[in-house]
């Protein structure tokens, strides 16, 4: 595992005696891409801005780069860059001129920056018109170029697809993934589209009620138990003669399948039995659970 950018440790906010978010402790790496997910009213949102500086910690800290948010916030936040809730413009001015008002907030970037994040966010041309003719999808594009601007080390984003199209949700995906891979940046990223996330992060943090409630490798094989379907030709006998040897095991049927939960080694057995009692077998095939599976298995509410 790579260097941990991002520390955050025993991070809680309180509001008159209520916690919005209670003793968070995880670590983002460079070259990550971490997922959050919650229900609404989780602490998604609330968690992001306490680690931009946005709003004060009542406990914990959030350290960046070896530097503290709370007693060295500037130093801390010098190389992020985020999106939290909408990206703020300033609407009567036009895209180009909002980066360079960014621009003249850092040091040392170069005008052919401008011209690098807005090509890469697909921008190039409708920079010189105004932010008001912009859609939403433009102005969410916008504001990640302003995020990209000074070539940070870490990313926070939040909710970073809203507005916008297939295409462009595909192609802030695949740049999110070369940013993640190419330049060593670490993305924070929350949604609420978990086919997305399934399909961007490495790992994934799920939080409900203020709480961490789980911490998942996307797509990581069980090495224990796992669901395996089992395509055969007699499926009421196929229970039958399996349930007598292995009782301990449950099966199921699910469209044109047998599913059964079990372990590796068991695979073969399950197989040759079916085969000695003449149960033709088409095909075995493991079954993943879903995120959005694994996520309402454990919230039991929706993830937006």
Partial sequence: MSEAIIQVRHLTKRIKQKNLVEDLNF?????????????????????????????????????????????????????????????????????????????????????????????????????????????????????IAQALLHSPDVLILDEPTNGLDPSGIRELRDYLKVLASNENIAIFISSHLLSEIEMICDRVLIIQKGKLTDSQVVNETQETQQVVAFEVDQKQKAIEVLGKTFAHLTF???????????????????????????????????????????????????PS
């Fill in 27 to 143: 670590d983002i790496h460079r070259g990550e891409i971490l997922g959050f997910l919650g229900p609404n009213g989780a602490g998604k949102t609330t968690t992001m801005r306490m680690m931009l500086g946005l709003t004060s910690i009542t406990e914990g800290d959030v350290t960046i780069g070896g530097h503290s948010i709370k007693t060295e916030k500037e130093q801390a936040l010098e190389r992020v860059g985020g999106i939290v809730e909408n990206p703020e413009m300033y609407k009567f001015l036009t895209g180009l001129d909002n980066l360079k008002h960014f621009q003249r907030m850092y040091r040392d970037i170069p005008d052919s920056r401008i011209a690098d994040v807005v090509e890469m966010v697909k921008l190039t041309d409708a920079i010189k018109n105004k932010v008001k003719t912009y859609s939403l999808g433009m102005r969410q594009r916008l504001g």
């Fill in 252 to 302: 199921t049927e699910a469209d044109e399948v047998l599913l059964v939960e079990t372990d590796r080694e068991t695979i073969p057995k399950l197989n040759a039995t079916l085969t000695q009692h003449n149960i033709k077998v088409y095909g075995i095939k493991g079954v993943q659970k879903s995120l959005e599976d694994r996520f309402l298995e454990l919230t039991g509410g929706n």
